[in-house]
């Protein structure tokens, strides 16, 4: 299951940015950030691949997400103008945002290149 951050739960789990200037990863596992909107029509085709993503990684990755239009000071703190945005956290090393709906094989290949994570 894919897990809705707030800014209280993302400076908890993912990065405290009111307290660090420099990246520091706080969660235990990598994870990605879907940065969405109800209304975004292809953060809804994405919604289901992340689902599948997060049973398929279970254990392995994190997955949350981030509703824009709730948490615009978060949106804000990471430049967010485009949804779906997605934020790659590897548990060591700095992330990387893609922007738009990946298909499901190029976000298997994110998890894997960038995340370190294989099946």
Not at 71 to 97: K, N, V, Y
Not at 106 to 117: A, F, M, Q, S
Request: glycine share 6%.
């Amino acid at each position: 299951m894919t897990e809705l951050l707030t800014k209280e739960t993302f400076l908890k789990k993912v990065f405290n940015f009111e307290k660090n200037k420099e990246w520091k990863f706080e969660g235990d596992k990598p994870c990605i950030i879907d940065f969405y909107a109800d209304w975004c029509g292809p953060c809804k085709m994405v919604a289901p691949i992340l689902e599948e993503l997060s049973e398929e990684y279970k254990g392995k990755v994190d997955i949350y997400k981030v509703d824009t239009e709730a948490e615009q000071e978060l949106s804000a703190a990471f430049g967010i103008r485009s949804i779906p945005s997605m934020l790659f956290c590897p548990a060591e090393g700095d992330p990387q945002m893609a922007q738009g709906a990946l298909p499901k094989h190029n976000l298997e290949g994110v998890i894997k290149d960038v995340l370190k994570v294989e099946k």
